[in-house]
């Protein structure tokens, strides 16, 4: 088998690094179906030049033969493709059923997918967004759902993947063999910012995440800077700290705060606290208007019940801090 | 109609005006207008996809922000899935000569068939609608909730695809009886050409798997409207039900767009090796396989949307059982070559593009049918050049050689061989300079619909761009072709190719009732002695 061996290794070139073991066991398989596959089409290709090459056409006169079939040749092109497809189908069971079958006394962390944003919950009560830190070594259970429309959890490093439906729970463990970042991608299309809906596995080492597990990351910060963090966890895909352009997604915060905002039915208010939480919790009670008159799309979601009270001041002072 | 017969008249000339097109039940004359509809729709979804290869062409925004970018991703899919390639050979290509192969003077219902143009006519205009409410952001697939919350044009685009549906039920059910009921003399269901076999299993697929498509989009501009709840997880529905209601007409769709493709290469290799196919139950009965089988296999869209792991191993492995037909269909073409005298002209050049591209799309679909495998593959790159590889490099290079293949029948008219190979050349090589590169950007994790991506994807997503405006250069030259052919070309001889289905037995173009004397047929459709 050292030929499979080394089939992996080059089919894997081109695949992510592998991140857990069952990563390693995925390209295996992988690396003996791209071999087959070549083989395969080298085949039929092959044959197909051959003929085409061999029987041209010569003169228009060409007396072709009368073959019209084959019965045990047909019989073995049927079969023999047959067991080629059982023995995959079989493998990849195999590596399906290792990757959905959770073990027991797996670690536990909750997922919640939001346009454009994954949230992750502690048992221990601990939050972090697109930042998800875990022990090297240890299995991961995710309980993932979404709060909006469908997203999907995808890791390629450890080639796994689950979406997150809204209204129900779904699975996916994996057991990190390495410690390092490793890149999260939105694979369900969810809108206008799918693409930037990334994310990050942090894998540690046991103490480190303990560490991290006790530590609070707003210890002793001044309110903006908790919104700072907040800002660029969760806010900062759409609103970016540039003058608005006729391009911008989502108006700039720049000089927002205290500014007079109008709005597509034509009425105006002056940005404060009430209309910035407003905006927060409640993003579609009202839409402002672009420089240009027309309005931004009401894509942004809701963030009530996602952002705790001191996240929420500490954006609001955040927000005053921002000037034009 | 002998009396005109006898002055040179034509399908195309016996009639004039455009009043006599828009209410011919002549099945040619739909035929072309089917041409040239899907001629069009084909010319802006191509645009569309222009477009995204533009954008896609740096990381980071090129030429238009992410919410336009969606849009082009949704029209680009939807365009050419409703509107190009499940009517594209069906009821264009099979519209034309379904009727001729059979020896028959038309369709079974020939004013059924102009309706069915309407209803694509009508429904195309309908989905057109959403342009005006801010477009369609949803993808191709509709899924829920995303579909129902977003804010624009979605339930128009939806109702369009709902109307033509009816287009494409309507077109299949003519089929089906036309091929029960009007067979010539001696036309035995064995003495069928392929291309008949292949329109025949694509359209039992259309009348049966078409109305599931209807009542989920029902459902769904229901639910949009009304707020009826069974798919909005707010309302307490369930946003998956929708995806195994789409996937449950949309996987024997993906049937509906190949197997007709099949059908024509299986004409053209027969003709251009002039040989008698190798296997032709085998073939006839692999289309009819294939179309049941197709029935049984949707979940596999699905191995990650939290159904259960037992419906994913059942799921993978009824899909493996496609494959065997497939695989079966590809040998006999390529023994079909064997001991033959092969002429490489387009038409062939397509249909032996076809199989190259089709065994590439068809190994790949055994990776994405293995379970453990689609969990990382999923809805990446991966999945986009596996499709594409089927849907373009399967069903359009087979469009591409069907229509130069029935060109000379379809107009009296030849077409410049040598510019026709110009197109295969910049359409083959484009293709693969596009696509292959996608399967390794999948591999490499890059997920689908995005708008931007990392770094480390750039270089491969330039190369794809660079073979997408080569196929896009190839089909516009191609459109030169078939209109220069049209207007300039040499006359056609009745059978320049020297095949022998019965179409070649009667004049180019054929006269208005196809045949001057109902044939009479003896033997199989390939006996080339």
């Known amino acids: 088998m050292i030929w499979l061996n080394t089939a992996a290794a080059h089919a894997s070139t081109f695949m992510p690094p592998q991140g857990t073991e069952i990563a390693s066991q995925y390209d295996k398989l992988y690396g003996f179906i791209v071999i087959a596959s070549l083989i395969s089409c080298v085949l039929v290709i092959g044959g197909l030049v051959m003929f085409a090459l061999k029987y041209k056409r010569k003169s228009e006169n060409d007396k072709t033969a009368y073959i019209t079939h084959d019965t045990r040749l047909e019989f073995a092109w049927s079969f023999i493709p047959f067991l080629i497809f059982m023995v995959v189908f079989v493998w990849g069971t195999y590596i399906y059923l290792e990757l959905r079958t959770v073990p027991k006394n797996a670690f536990e962390v909750h997922v919640f997918g939001q346009k454009w944003n994954w949230d992750f919950m502690y048992k221990s009560g601990k939050k972090s967004t697109n930042e998800m830190v875990v022990p090297v070594n240890t299995p991961i259970k995710l309980i993932i759902t979404s709060r909006d429309v469908l997203h999907s959890f995808y890791i390629p490093a450890f080639r796994v993947k689950q979406d997150a439906v809204p209204g129900r729970y779904t699975k996916l463990w994996f057991n990190a063999d390495k410690v390092g970042d490793f890149q999260v991608f939105c694979a369900e299309y969810c809108g206008t910012n799918h693409s930037r809906m990334l994310a990050k596995v942090k894998v540690v080492s046991k103490d480190d995440f303990e560490k991290w597990l006790q530590d609070n990351p707003y210890k002793d910060l001044a309110s903006a800077d908790v919104g700072q963090k907040v800002y660029n966890a969760k806010c900062i895909a759409c609103h970016q700290l540039v003058p608005e352009a006729s391009t911008s997604i989502a108006p700039s915060f720049l000089g927002l705060f205290g500014k007079t905002r109008q709005f597509a039915d034509s009425t105006s208010a002056q940005a404060d606290e009430n209309y910035i939480r407003e905006s927060i919790l409640n993003s579609k009670a009202k839409i402002v208007k672009r420089v240009s008159g027309e309005a931004f799309p009401p894509i942004m979601p809701a963030f009530a019940g996602a952002l705790s009270e001191e996240e929420l001041v500490g954006l609001i002072e955040y927000l005053k801090t921002l000037k034009e | ?529």
């Open chain 2, 1 to 529: 109609m002998s009396a005109s017969h006898a002055e040179g008249k034509n399908y195309l000339n016996c009639e004039k005006g455009l009043w006599s097109w828009l209410t011919t039940l002549d099945h040619k004359r739909i035929g072309i207008m089917y041409m040239i509809t899907v001629m069009v729709f084909f010319a802006v979804g191509g645009t569309f996809a222009m477009l995204i290869r533009g954008e896609l062409y740096s990381a980071g925004r090129n030429i238009v922000g992410p919410e336009t970018y969606n849009q082009f991703m949704t029209f680009h899919g939807a365009i050419m899935v409703f509107m190009v390639i499940i009517p594209g050979i069906p009821a264009f290509l099979g519209n034309f000569f379904l009727p001729m192969h059979l020896g028959a003077k038309d369709v079974a219902f020939p004013r059924v068939n102009l309706l069915s143009w309407y209803c694509l006519i009508v429904g195309a205009a309908i989905s057109l609608v959403s342009l005006i409410y801010n477009g369609v952001d949803t993808g191709w697939t509709f899924y829920t909730p995303y579909s129902i919350e977003t804010n624009n044009g979605t339930t128009w685009m939806v109702a369009g695809a709902f109307v033509m549906g009816f287009s494409s039920i309507l077109t299949g059910l003519n089929f089906i009886v036309t091929t029960h009921k009007l067979r010539a003399p001696g036309m035995t269901f064995f003495n069928m050409p392929l291309f008949v076999w292949a329109l025949y299993s694509t359209a039992v697929l259309q009348v049966l798997a078409t109305p599931v498509l209807g009542i989920t989009l029902m459902l769904l501009i229901a639910e949009r409207v009304l707020g009826v709840g069974i798919f909005d997880p707010t309302l307490g529905g369930d946003p998956v039900l929708f995806q195994h209601f789409f996937w449950f007409y949309s996987h024997p769709a993906v049937y509906i767009m190949i197997l007709p493709a099949m059908g024509i290469v299986s004409e053209i290799i027969t003709a251009f090796s002039r040989k008698v196919i190798f296997g032709y139950k085998a073939i006839a009965f692999s289309s009819v396989g294939i179309a049941v089988v197709s029935f049984f296999v949707w979940g596999h869209h699905m191995f990650t949307s939290g159904q259960s792991e037992a419906a994913g191993i059942l799921f993978s492995f009824i899909t493996m059982l496609v494959g065997v037909p497939t695989a079966i269909k590809v040998f006999n073409w390529v023994a079909t070559l064997y001991k033959g005298s092969v002429r490489f002209d387009s038409p062939m050049l397509f249909a032996l593009g076809f199989l190259f591209l089709f065994t590439i799309g068809g190994v790949t679909g055994i990776m994405l049918a293995t379970a453990g495998l689609d969990i990382h593959f999923h809805d990446t790159y991966f999945v986009v050049a596996h499709f594409h590889y089927v849907m373009v490099g399967g069903t359009l290079m087979a469009i591409m050689g069907g229509f130069y293949y029935w060109l000379p029948k379809m107009f009296g008219r030849m077409y410049n061989e040598f510019w026709a190979r110009i197109t295969f050349v910049l359409i083959f090589v484009g293709f693969n300079v596009t696509f292959f590169p996608q399967f390794i950007l999948g591999a490499m994790g890059m997920p689908r619909r995005y708008y931007d991506y990392l770094p480390e994807f750039q270089s491969l997503n330039r190369i794809s761009s660079f073979g997408a405006w080569t196929i896009g250069t190839g089909f516009l030259i191609a459109l030169f072709v078939i209109i220069h052919s049209i207007r300039r070309g040499e006359k056609a001889t009745s059978n320049p190719w020297g095949a022998k289905t019965l179409e070649w037995t009667t004049s180019s173009p054929p006269p208005h009732e196809n045949f001057l004397e109902t044939p009479v047929v003896t033997g199989g459709p390939y006996e080339f002695r």
